[in-house]
């Protein structure tokens, strides 16, 4: 699925560095979502954003901080990363949170030095 | 919470031959896709089939929602289809969330 960006492709940070991950999507959908994954697992649910609002935040660490300035696009905020949060995060689009599929980017390949 | 469960975790196969791939889930569901996730990592719709069936060229899916399975179908496999399959369900009432069986490893051999 091409039809939702994220930059960067690829980070390598230090664990006292601040950076943010950005996902585009110009289809008009009003929900999005950020996953986690984690080599030879299957992606988890962090968190889920509908209509700008954030509704679901599956227990996830204050050192990732989401942010959905409008609706096309979705923010990963991290800080003071840990060796172990190393993993590909992936974002995803539906039409809303009833009306799926819902259309993944090809994710940021993250790693924390 | 709703488990997902996929079969076989792993299969090779010769390039051309046939493979049924397997999602059982253990309640009923609003969502049900198919993803192919290649090896550079790009997770890849292949349907959205929470119910009957689905065909796209070589692939096609069937949900029998009543009995909680889905499965996915390759025929005539190239190099290509390598990767790993993934089923993932979801529920309204879960607000949108996707809930990832463990996959399928596919290797086709040349």
């Known amino acids: 699925d091409t039809e939702v960006t994220q930059t960067p492709k690829h980070l390598v940070m230090g664990m006292t560095n601040k950076k943010s991950l950005k996902c585009e999507q110009h289809?008009?959908?009003?929900?999005m979502y950020w996953y986690k994954q984690k080599a030879k697992k299957p992606p988890e649910l962090m968190f889920v954003y509908s209509y700008e609002k954030l509704s679901i935040n599956e227990s996830v660490p204050s050192r990732f901080s989401p942010e959905c300035p409008n609706s096309s696009l979705l923010n990963l905020h991290l800080h003071a990363l840990q060796p172990e949060d190393s993993a590909l995060y992936l974002c995803?689009?539906?039409?809303?949170?009833?009306?799926?599929?819902?259309?993944f980017g090809d994710g940021t390949r993250l790693s924390i030095l | 919470g709703i488990q997902v469960e996929q079969s076989p975790p792993d299969l090779i196969l010769q390039e051309g031959a046939n493979s049924t791939l397997r999602c059982n889930f253990s309640d009923s569901v609003n969502n049900l896709q198919w993803f192919h996730q290649n090896p550079w990592g790009q997770l890849i719709n292949l349907f959205y089939?929470?119910?009957g069936t689905k065909q796209n060229g070589r692939l096609s899916a069937t949900t029998v929602a009543t009995e909680r399975y889905s499965l996915l179908y390759i025929s005539s496999s190239q190099t290509t289809d390598s990767g790993v399959y993934f089923c993932a369900v979801g529920l309204y009432n879960q607000g949108g969330k996707l809930i990832f069986g463990q996959g399928t490893e596919l290797s086709v051999k040349p």
């Open positions: 995803a689009s539906s039409q809303d949170v009833y009306d799926q599929p819902q259309h």
């Open positions: 089939i929470p119910s």
């Open positions: 289809m008009g959908h009003r929900a």
